[in-house]
């Protein structure tokens, strides 16, 4: 039999696999589905599509908003690993502008999960440079980007990511929950001493689309150079975020 003629092997299907892949691409063909409404393209049982519902949100790649199920982070980074963005609103260049008038690191971040990952940064500061071009997950409780990451979660899905927490982080928790509604209030996260070496820290501005905080932009550094300059700062976060959001 010669090359041409050599049947073609089909690659085999995974049950699990397909079902997968057709829950995310029924949640973004939509506006947002219900628990219900899954099952019902899958043409599965309610008990079967919810075990793997829980598993997606839980890994980042669904979100879900009043029981209804979007698209989470995750697919979108991957796309980034793959050259694409996750952030349609805040490019480059806004990083760069931040880094010019504070002085200070400007990232901007995202959920994955349990997992506060940099996409981009502006910044001649090594760690936080290699943090985002190596895409190093953080977690979010550790991060004044993750906490304002964190404040516009689910009650549910906080709650929960919060019980996971061990002892070292208690106080951070208590912390975050005493500020949390200051936070969803305020728009501006200010100094909230989240980090794990006490003398960083930063200043963040969440990011909406389609109502919602897909990510956040920081000015971090040490404490000694935004301390002296939070006021300045949070001002240029906000004006900033006006014009991020001003393109629609």
């Not at 440079?129 to 980007?145: D, G, P, V, W």
């Not at 070292?168 to 208590?174: F, Q, Y």
């Not at 909406?208 to 976060?237: C, K, T, W």
């Amino acid at each position: 039999m010669g090359e041409s003629e050599r049947p073609t092997r089909v690659r085999p299907r995974h049950r699990m696999v397909d079902r997968v892949a057709a829950i995310l691409e029924a949640v973004a063909r939509s506006d947002g589905l219900s628990l219900t409404e899954i099952a019902r393209r899958l043409d599965a049982p309610v008990s079967s599509a919810q075990g793997l519902v829980n598993g997606l949100v839980a890994t980042g790649y669904l979100d879900e908003r009043g029981r209804v199920y979007q698209l989470g982070v995750a697919p979108y980074f991957i796309n980034l690993l793959a050259g694409r963005p996750a952030v349609h609103r805040v490019g480059h260049d806004d990083l760069l502008a931040l880094h010019a008038e504070t002085g200070n690191t400007a990232v901007v971040a995202v959920a994955v999960g349990a997992d506060v990952v940099y996409l981009d940064h502006c910044s001649t500061e090594p760690r936080t440079a290699y943090l985002a071009e190596r895409f190093i997950r953080r977690q979010l409780i550790r991060t004044s980007t993750g906490w304002l990451l964190l404040a516009d979660w689910e009650q549910r899905d906080l709650w929960a990511y919060l019980e996971t927490l061990g002892p070292e982080d208690s106080d951070r928790v208590e912390r975050f929950l005493g500020a949390m509604d200051k936070i969803r209030s305020g728009g501006v996260l200010v100094l909230p001493g989240a980090a794990e070496n006490p003398d960083l820290d930063g200043i963040a501005v969440p990011v909406r689309e389609r109502g919602r905080v897909v990510a956040a932009v920081g000015v971090v550094g040490p404490r000694s150079a935004l301390v002296p300059h939070q006021d300045e700062i949070a001002d240029a976060l906000r004006r900033h975020a006006a014009i991020w959001h001003a393109r629609g």
